[in-house]
């Protein structure tokens, strides 16, 4: 553990990244405001995060949510940086597309402001997603910080359920990006592409549970598979503090280590875990879908960022902790 190296605020506690990003952020020395959906009759367990190392004097958490955005500010209060990660996810489609977008665009700004009002918050890191550069009828190989999905592309294509949770984080990149130049607030974006590895959440996380799915025997989700950028979840919470404490950056940075057809993918996996029913070559081939462009982090390794992990670690890191909590 290192010296106090002051407090931050990180918004969507229960959630896979935030969850992991605040077991590394006490380990880092810093002390931790993690903000978790109300919960007034106290249902939830948030004892992994409150049995954290560190965690009964560095970590508190207070209430709040997006659709509320002034419900941010107790937690923001001292702190001198603000971690960006909730974010609605609604795959199901429950509510409409402009109920989610206002949400998350409205929640996003008026934290923001809260972040300007405080006078202490010195930057803020907001989590976007490979998905808002991904999507557009731009035709390259490999894509990097100057593109962005194109909201109306997204919905010619109707991307299964996905649309409405890429076209909030498109929008609601942009506009924080917007308010905080207009506004002279020192913002950086991360961008990460699907994340991959272990887990501190209780729940089975999206994107561990999609890139699984060969090991699952899941082919309805084999299509997400056709081209897929990773990262391992420790890379993201390293670049979250990377990016917080590194005096130089600016903007938005790609976050994405590994790239893999989903040929490749198989034969990986086949041949690293064998005891699985990996699904062959052969019975791959009629799997069609949009394949999903390379996305490049060269800015953020020119940056001075190194990736710790490789494929090895993304997936055994994954598979032990299904097996742990009982997924796999
Ligand atoms: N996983 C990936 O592969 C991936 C890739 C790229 C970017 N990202 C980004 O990383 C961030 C975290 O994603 P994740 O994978 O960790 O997903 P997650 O586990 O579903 O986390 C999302 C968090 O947002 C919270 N949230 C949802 N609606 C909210 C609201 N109205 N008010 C306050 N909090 C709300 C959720 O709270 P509850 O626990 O109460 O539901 C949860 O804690 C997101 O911004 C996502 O876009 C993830």
Redesign the pocket.
Known sequence: MEADKGKVCV????????SWLIMRLLQHGYSVHA???PDPEHKRDVSFLTSLPGASEKLQIFQ????VPESFEAAIKGCIGVF??????DFENREPEEVIVK?AVE?TLGILRACLNSKTVKRVVY?????TVEFSDKVVDTMDESFWSDVDYLKSISYFNFGP?IIS?TLTEKKALEFAEEHGLDLVTV??????GPFI?P?F????HTSMAMILGEREQYVFLLNLSMVHTDDVARVHIFLFENPEVKGRYICSSHTMTIEDLSKFLSAKYPEFPIPTLESLKDIEGYKTPGVSSKKLLDSGFEFKYGLDEMFDGAIQCCKEKGYL
């Open positions: 918004t969507g506690g229960t959630g896979f990244v935030a903000t978790i959906r709040a949510d997006l659709s960006l990660v909730a974010t609605p996810v949400r929640g989590t976007s997603s490979a998905s949770y984080k961008i990460p592409s699907f994340i991959v959440c729940k996380p999206g994107s561990v």
